[in-house]
Nanobody, 114 residues
Framework: QVQFVEAGGGLVQPGGSLGLSCAAS????????MAWYRQPPGKERELIAD???????NYHDSVKGRFTISRVNAKKTVYLQMNSLKPEDTAVYYC????????WGQGTQVTVSS
């Protein structure tokens, strides 16, 4: 079955960095555009970065220039490198398909605080 397992979250000070990973299974990973989403406390989940099956990327304005999405098709894994983190980046982070997202995983908590 389709599964997404996110990892790498934690507590970081403002201005710090974190790297997230997401292992996917149950579908042909190399053919599917992927994305990272986040859900801040008390808010709706939003798409923040996506990557096509061949590596073209797009970013939400709130993370552009600070976050980098990448993928390794042979490992069926998508990554999110987050730099210059701000308190407003605090959220649960999820990966999923860019289109018709479903089968949500547990996500990984990122907390940016001093």
């Amino acid at each position: 079955q389709v599964q997404f397992v996110e990892a790498g979250g934690g507590l970081v000070q403002p201005g710090g960095s974190l790297g997230l990973s997401c292992a996917a299974s149950g579908f042909v990973f190399s053919t599917v555009p992927m994305a990272w989403y986040r859900q801040p406390p008390g808010k709706e989940r939003e798409l923040i970065a996506d990557i096509s099956n061949i590596g073209s990327t797009n970013y939400h304005d709130s993370v552009k220039g600070r976050f980098t999405i990448s993928r390794v098709n042979a490992k069926k894994t998508v990554y999110l490198q987050m730099n210059s983190l701000k308190p407003e980046d605090t959220a649960v982070y999820y990966c999923n398909w860019r289109n018709s997202a479903k089968y949500w995983g547990q996500g990984t908590q990122v907390t940016v605080s001093s």
